[in-house]
């Protein structure tokens, strides 16, 4: 076991060479983001480099508090793994954040033999034992982002901005733009994809508050997704085909990279979605989210301001945070449909009235 230190000698530390460990996932590592500029804040010499898993690292391309990218290859080779470890000796680093809390990140963070390595309470599968520092108030019941700013609490610099500032370029801006150029506003974006076959609210269900919005409210909608939710999207595509015929209607899914992806959500009016990565991404670039949450905890998992409106199920078993349903017959799955589409409906006119105000105000 490492040697112990206190939150004092963390404060008091000087590191020129500092390394965050979060490799995934999206939503994760967006609200690891801003941790970066308090990072540089307080240790304005140091270098800052993160490791991050191969497929996000995109993301983090160009951000102003960021001097080195370490990619990490989720399925690499042995030999894959023994030149990252030799990586992360080599830094030299001297302090060093996991913030995942796995067997491999610990062991990442054990390969840099950083005098200063901390970690949260959420550690589990013995990655704890590579930290000298636990971080206190960062379990599994402190929500997501809070979890992550106990970094900056314990640096004394909790009370700066949270934004996580993700860097996309003018053309990309431009790139969205002249994509839905055709398409009249507002723009809804709308992600019903997720991994998660527990978190994955109906299609029907997307269908039907995107057409109420499409009637009520004129809006023309982009359907997100990864390659993987495909289906998905064209399901909802061919829904609002028949529902809302003269809608304008654009399926992304499959097309776009993490900084296209990005720019459309921040040229989206709203984002209508499953607890996902691009629900974090949408409010990390400033728009507004109806979330649906079926076997998480939107208090926990949930992006944090008052801009966004989240539903959650209200069943005994929620939040159960299990990938596959344990339990069996009429109750297996339950929680998609405890979520109703009033509900929801509901909240996106919440939503809808609450930017109103906002824009009035403006």
């Given at each position: 076991m490492s040697?112990?230190?206190?939150?004092?000698?963390?404060?008091?530390?000087?590191?020129?060479?500092?390394?965050v460990i979060k490799p995934s996932a999206l939503g994760d590592v967006v609200q690891t983001l801003p941790l970066l500029p308090v990072l540089k804040e307080r240790f304005p010499r140091a270098s800052i480099s993160w490791v991050v898993n191969s497929n996000l690292a995109e993301l983090l391309t160009g951000h102003a508090h960021l001097d080195e990218i370490i990619r990490y290859r989720r399925h690499g080779s042995w030999s894959d793994w023994r030149t990252l470890l030799r990586r992360l000796r080599r830094r030299k680093f001297d302090l060093v954040?996991?913030?995942?809390?796995?067997?491999?990140?610990?062991?990442?963070?054990?390969?840099?033999?950083?005098?200063?390595?901390?970690?949260?309470?959420?550690?589990?599968?013995?990655?704890?034992?590579?930290c000298q520092l636990t971080l206190p108030d960062s379990g599994r019941l402190v929500p997501a982002h809070l979890r992550y700013w106990r970094v900056a609490e314990e640096l004394g610099l909790g009370?700066?901005?949270?934004?996580?500032?993700?860097?996309?370029?003018?053309?990309?801006?431009?790139?969205?733009?002249?994509?839905?150029?055709r398409l009249r506003r507002p723009l809804l974006a709308v992600h019903p994809g997720t991994r998660w076959i527990t978190k994955r609210w109906p299609i029907e269900n997307f269908a039907v508050i995107v057409?109420?919005?499409?009637?009520?409210?004129?809006?023309?909608?982009?359907?997100?997704?990864?390659?993987?939710?495909?289906?998905?999207?064209?399901?909802?595509?061919h829904l609002l085909r028949r529902?809302?015929?003269?809608?304008?209607?654009?399926?992304?899914?499959?097309?776009?990279?993490?900084?296209?992806?990005?720019?459309?959500?921040?040229?989206?009016?709203?984002?209508?979605?499953n607890d996902s990565g691009p629900m974090h991404l949408a409010a990390g670039v400033g728009t507004p989210v109806v979330g649906?949450?079926?076997?998480?905890?939107?208090?926990?998992?949930?992006?944090?301001?008052?801009?966004?409106?989240l539903v959650a199920s209200d069943l005994a078993c929620a939040p159960?945070?299990?990938?596959?349903?344990?339990?069996?017959?009429?109750?297996?799955?339950?929680?998609?449909?405890?979520?109703?589409?009033?509900?929801?409906w509901r909240a996106f006119v919440r939503l809808m009235d609450k930017q109103k105000r906002l824009d009035r105000a403006a």
């Open positions: 040697k112990r230190i206190s939150t004092e000698d963390l404060r008091c530390a000087d590191a020129r060479r500092i390394c954040f996991d913030l995942q809390g796995l067997f491999r990140t610990g062991l990442m963070t054990w390969a840099t033999r950083a005098r200063l390595r901390v970690g949260l309470e959420t550690a589990r599968e013995g990655a704890g034992w590579a009370d700066r901005c949270r934004e996580p500032r993700i860097p996309f370029t003018d053309a990309q801006r431009e790139w969205a733009e002249l994509r839905f150029k057409s109420k919005a499409v009637r009520y409210f004129g809006f023309s909608v982009a359907i997100l997704g990864s390659r993987d939710e495909l289906p998905q999207a064209k399901q909802l595509e529902f809302v015929p003269a809608a304008g209607v654009e399926t992304l899914a499959g097309e776009t990279n993490l900084k296209q992806l990005a720019s459309v959500l921040n040229l989206a009016n709203v984002l209508l979605t649906v949450f079926t076997c998480t905890d939107s208090d926990r998992s949930g992006p944090p301001g008052d801009r966004h409106e159960c945070y299990q990938k596959r349903c344990r339990l069996r017959g009429s109750q297996k799955m339950a929680c998609l449909d405890d979520v109703s589409t009033d509900r929801v």
